[in-house]
């Protein structure tokens, strides 16, 4: 059992990675980041390596792998990488489950970059990276997709003509690695709400919300594309589709423009004028920024309580995310008027970032995902016949 298994997540700016020894349960050695690419790239382990951030030259993902390769080496203590996890974010209407990336499963694939912009298209990168580094390694996808992917009809469909929908226009949802991974963690942390009403706050750079029934997700904030449901960093969230046939018609701007809007000049950075960075308006006095984390807040728990609605009550709330974890003013001007849902924020708790930051009968939590161990257990899974 010495070989290894990489993971990698690559976003628009960055590439994070872990490597795990292989095991049943596969045992992280090591993870990190390159982030700023395309502006001020530079790379940080954030755990089992050196400690602090170094500048590099990586303008693209692919160049990124190669550097994360260089300094994971001398982890490798000699064993080969056997297998190599990536998270893809679109795995399209069929892909439930992890899959091995084949030239086919590839080409497929890349048919949905459309549909995520910021991500498809890079994570297909780092795959074509990781085939030419470990050309003997299993290339294993698992897709943000794939947990939402037994939602009810009602939840799945658009009141459009339904010869869409079987051409593949649903309810996708997304975050799914990240759901799946923190569902599961509750669940061996508090057996007791086994099988309960679970609703997951997963608030970050992008952002969605998730209602989980018995282990299984009932209706995600995401819809079609990762653009739907809550506000995110630079990403509008819900909009009346009214205003994209104005803005065709009337403003006369193209397609492309209004992908670009969307994808990179909305959300926070649009409401506020000011950062796409919660940290920075939560900082700032400027009434641009008070104004967009006060309708991030109100988009947030309004979902909530439609969620609440789609499971017919709440045993469990759950904040995970880097916001969701790293912010206690947002979660608590989040959950401070929700105890129509049996929500009675702890201050104290809450401040101090602590594990169960509520008082009243619903319990809310505070848990930090980990989607790279997902993909490794999905790795390790794919690997055991060769065992």
């Not at 298994?5 to 990190?32: D, H, M, Q, W």
């Not at 497929?108 to 390694?137: C, E, G, I, K, M």
Request: a negative charge; one cysteine or more.
């Amino acid at each position: 059992m010495g070989q290894r298994i990489l993971t990698v997540n690559a976003g628009s700016s960055s590439v994070k990675f872990a490597l795990y020894k292989t095991a049943e349960t596969p045992e992280c050695i090591a993870r990190g980041q390159v982030q700023g690419i395309g502006s001020t790239p530079s790379f940080q382990f954030k755990s089992g390596g050196p400690k602090g951030s170094e500048p590099i030259d990586a303008t693209d993902q692919g160049r990124a792998l190669e550097v994360i390769l260089d300094k994971i080496t001398p982890l490798l203590d000699g064993q080969e990488v056997a297998g190599v996890g990536h998270r893809i974010v679109h795995g399209g209407p069929l892909r439930a489950t992890p899959t091995e990336l084949t030239d086919e499963v590839m080409a497929d694939l890349a048919t949905f970059n459309p549909l995520a912009p910021l991500h498809q298209p890079h994570n297909l990168s780092a795959v074509a990276a990781a085939q030419r580094a470990f050309p003997y390694a299993l290339q294993i996808g698992c897709f943000d997709t794939a947990f939402h992917r037994n939602h009810p009809w009602e939840n799945d469909i658009y009141a459009i003509p339904r010869k869409f929908y079987q051409q593949g226009i649903k309810r996708y949802g997304f975050h799914g690695l990240s759901y799946d991974y923190v569902s599961h963690q509750l669940i061996r942390e508090r057996p007791d709400l086994h099988g309960k009403r679970i609703i997951i706050c997963h608030l970050g750079s992008g952002a969605s919300i998730c209602a989980v029934n018995g282990g299984h997700s009932i209706s995600s904030s995401m819809g079609f594309s990762p653009l739907d449901g809550i506000p995110m960093s630079t990403r509008s969230g819900h909009l009346d589709p009214g205003i994209l046939l104005y803005l065709l018609e009337t403003e006369g701007m193209t397609p492309q423009e209004l992908t670009h809007m969307l994808y990179y000049e909305s959300g926070l950075l649009g409401l506020s004028g000011i950062s796409h960075d919660m940290q920075v308006l939560e900082a700032s006095d400027a009434q641009g920024a008070k104004d967009a984390v006060e309708y991030f807040v109100y988009r947030v728990r309004r979902e909530i309580g439609a969620m609440a609605a789609t499971l017919s009550g709440i045993d469990a709330l759950v904040f995970c995310g880097g916001i969701g974890e790293n912010s206690p003013n947002i979660r608590q001007q989040i959950i401070e008027r929700l105890g129509f849902l049996g929500i009675l924020p702890d201050a104290e708790a809450n401040a101090q970032n602590a594990r169960e930051i509520a008082k009243g009968p619903t319990p809310v939590f505070v848990l930090p995902t980990d989607e790279e161990q997902v993909i490794a257990d999905a790795v390790a899974k794919a690997l055991a016949p060769a065992h």
